[in-house]
């Protein structure tokens, strides 16, 4: 038997303040889903009759809108099953591919504070007889671009920077880092992740060539994302049989969710700037009240070049297991990435925080129905639990 909600009213829910973790589907972007589930069921790639050619024009349609908002051509858009599975097809495709051309293994950079999805395929390349280096980023969590400059090697072929980190929301110098790459012939790719939605992203612009999205990140749907591709890029693919995204993800398009996706980007473009400044004054008003009660927090990352939606600092004088013990019930929120799967924050520690400083830290995400009300509730709740765990 499926798990149902327990019963209660919304009131006694917890603050939500995860919304890096992931977002509710947005209803508009439900309703756009609703028909493709069982009135336009067709597949898309079967285009001999009105049921796959209707299903095969929603995906074109949804495909150029994506593409509109990264000022790319649809055909760059290559649908997957989210931003893991776009970081593994970019970085582990285009290794592979390079490797086959150069008729050897070459060196790949990253930065250490990235997402496993991007850190882990890049050791599964290192045990292939890929060299890796994974650059420490500044205090402030932002990588300055002569660590890359002097990072590169004679045979570098690939580096990843994602634009905003999902833990503490540091916005990376793309652009510098991309003019860096050009100059030496190296690809950079970006997981853009916590930014698509979020943020203006002109490809051409920051120079990205290869760039992973997902959906659910922006009131869209699980299990879709997609990797945009440079056309003069070469990539191998993970998987074969069937040939659809230019035989790069064979399998049935899941043509629901992609126009989910797609509708879930109008709406997270249609009210960006707006919804932006009022999230960023919201966490700036969360910042400043919790500094007031608790002088002594210490922020994780750059305030100035951060997502305004998010806010991560760590605790001095208190447990990390007691304090997110004390808050479960009041705020929904984490210490790290929702893939952490417990362990201490690997991207707090690469700034220098201890293991235990690291547990003892909050990653607060702010959504679009956050309220200044919200913002003075988690300053009470956050204020309350830490004096009183530190009076003990």
């Known amino acids: ?10 009131q ?34 079967s285009r001999q009759h009105r049921s796959g050619l209707t299903a095969a024009a929603a995906v074109s349609l ?32 285009h ?57 590169f090697e004679n045979d570098t072929l690939l580096v990843s920077v994602m634009v905003a980190n999902n833990e503490i929301g540091v916005i990376q110098p793309l652009k510098e880092l991309s003019e860096l790459c050009r100059n030496q012939g190296v690809v950079l790719h970006s997981d853009a992740a916590q930014a698509f939605g979020h943020k203006h992203l002109d490809l051409d612009a920051l120079g990205i060539k290869l760039m992973s999205l997902s959906g659910h990140k922006l009131y869209g749907p699980k299990g879709i994302g997609a990797l945009v591709v440079n056309p003069e890029v070469p990539i191998k693919p993970l998987q074969w049989g069937g040939g659809q995204e230019r035989g790069l993800r064979p399998g049935t398009i899941p043509v629901p969710l992609i126009v989910g996706f797609a509708k879930a980007a109008e709406l997270a473009f249609k009210d960006l700037t ?17 500094k007031e009660r608790l002088p002594d927090l210490i922020l994780n990352g750059s305030l100035e070049h951060r997502l305004p939606h998010n806010l991560n600092f760590t605790v001095p004088g208190v447990r990390g297991s007691s304090l997110h013990r004390q808050l479960r019930p009041l705020i929904a929120c984490s210490s790290g990435s929702a893939c952490s799967q417990g362990e201490p924050s690997h991207v707090l520690m690469a700034l220098g925080r201890t293991s235990s400083e690291a547990e003892a830290s909050l990653r607060l995400s702010l959504g679009r129905d956050t309220s200044a009300k919200d ?18």
């Open 95 to 151: 290794a592979r591919a390079k490797a086959e051309q150069r008729g050897a293994p070459g060196h790949l950079i990253t930065v250490a504070t990235e997402h496993h999805a991007v850190l882990d395929p890049l050791r599964q390349l290192q045990k292939e007889g890929f060299r890796l280096t994974e650059l420490q980023p500044c205090a402030d969590g932002i990588l300055a671009p002569e660590q890359l400059a002097e990072a």
């Open 274 to 290: 707006s919804r932006q400044e009022k999230l960023s004054q919201l966490r700036n008003q969360l910042w400043d009240g919790l």
């Open 62 to 93: 949804a495909r150029e809108q994506l593409a509109s908002y990264m000022r790319i051509t649809p055909e760059q858009v290559i649908f997957t099953s989210g931003a893991t599975e776009a970081n593994n097809l970019a970085l582990l495709g």
């Open 1 to 10: 038997m499926l798990p149902t909600l327990a019963s209660g009213s919304k």
């Open 375 to 392: 913002i003075n509730q988690a300053v009470e709740s956050i204020g309350n639990v830490v004096i009183n765990l530190r009076a003990r």
């Open 12 to 45: 006694d829910s917890p603050l939500a303040l995860d919304y890096q973790a992931t977002t509710p589907c947005a209803q508009e972007v439900v309703e756009a889903m609703s028909a493709y589930w069982s009135e336009h069921w067709g597949n898309a790639s």
